[in-house]
């Protein structure tokens, strides 16, 4: 028990540590360019126009290329480790104002952050490298080993299950306003208030949505025996634009992924971190 609590005391003390809010506040602004990239990616596959995947590896890929892209990357990456070691002591000592249930939802939602941080900032990494390969094509592909084996393609078909229900908590949780508890908002103004809630709200229902477009494609791969379409957010984003007037409902996704970029510069700012 004091061995536990003593973990407790420390990881606190380490995550009041004002070298890593400031560096966690800069990746979150990091985070949102990631998502305008990806919304820039989401209308050129819209309308026809882009060969790079449509995810967070071709958004970081995108943004390499471009004048100081490498020097952007490793500050990116820095901020995102960041925002795992953040996610991390939040994990083990944090969400200390909820109770019960609602406390370890939150705290194995930070669980969750921690591995998508991780796999964000190593991704930086890689492209800075000029290492990173298509992530879509290694997700295909590691999908159609899962399927050959053993009740492979059941784990891959709660894969996406998860997933699914990854998109569709998010769209709740963006709908029902509950990113609000996690800011200052006594610290905005009411126009500042206002303009945030709308960027929440469309920013997690559009994010959520194509998640879970995503998750059900992943279950529809398994269960008919077809990796092509376990390909995540690029699959996602492109089957939507094969449906009837889909160019224009991807453009409407895309924005609300832009909208969600540009409530993370917000969140650099007024997060409780």
């Known amino acids: 028990m004091s061995l536990t609590r003593n973990a407790g005391a420390t990881a606190t003390q380490a995550r009041n540590s004002r070298w890593l809010e400031l560096l966690t ?24 126009k882009s060969g790079e995947e449509g995810n967070q590896n071709g958004a970081l890929r ?6 100081l892209g490498k020097f952007l990357l490793i500050a990116m990456a820095v901020g995102l480790f ?6 991390a002591f939040e994990a083990i000592s944090g969400h200390v104002s909820r109770t019960g249930k609602e406390r370890l939802f939150e705290r194995i939602a930070s669980v969750v952050r921690v591995v998508v941080f991780v796999w964000l900032g190593w991704t930086a990494i890689k492209v800075f490298q000029d290492a990173s390969s298509n992530a879509s094509d290694q997700q295909q592909q590691l999908s159609e080993k899962l399927m050959a084996s053993d009740g492979g393609r ?6 996406g299950l998860a997933l ?11 709908l029902k306003k509950k990113f609000e508890r996690n800011l200052k908002t006594g610290e905005m103004s009411p126009k500042t208030r206002q303009l945030t809630r709308r960027l929440g709200m469309a920013g997690y229902a559009s ?10 494609l992943v279950v529809l ?44 510069f917000f969140q650099s700012r007024y997060r409780k971190v």
């Open 207 to 216: 994010r959520g949505a194509v998640f879970a477009i995503a998750g059900v």
């Open 221 to 264: 791969a398994a269960v008919n025996y077809d990796p092509e379409k376990a390909r995540g957010l690029d699959a996602a984003l492109r089957t939507l634009r094969d449906q009837s007037y889909g160019p224009w409902l991807l453009a409407l996704m895309a924005l609300g992924i832009a909208a969600f970029g540009v409530y993370c």
């Open 164 to 174: 699914a229900a990854l998109g569709i908590g998010m769209v709740i949780y963006g």
């Open 62 to 67: 995108t943004l390499g290329e471009q004048p």
């Open 25 to 48: 506040r800069a990746g979150f602004i990091g985070y949102g360019i990631v998502h305008l990239l990806l919304a820039w990616l989401a209308l050129q596959i819209a309308f026809g």
């Open 154 to 159: 059941w784990l891959v078909g709660l894969a």
């Open 82 to 87: 960041a925002m795992a070691v953040w996610q």
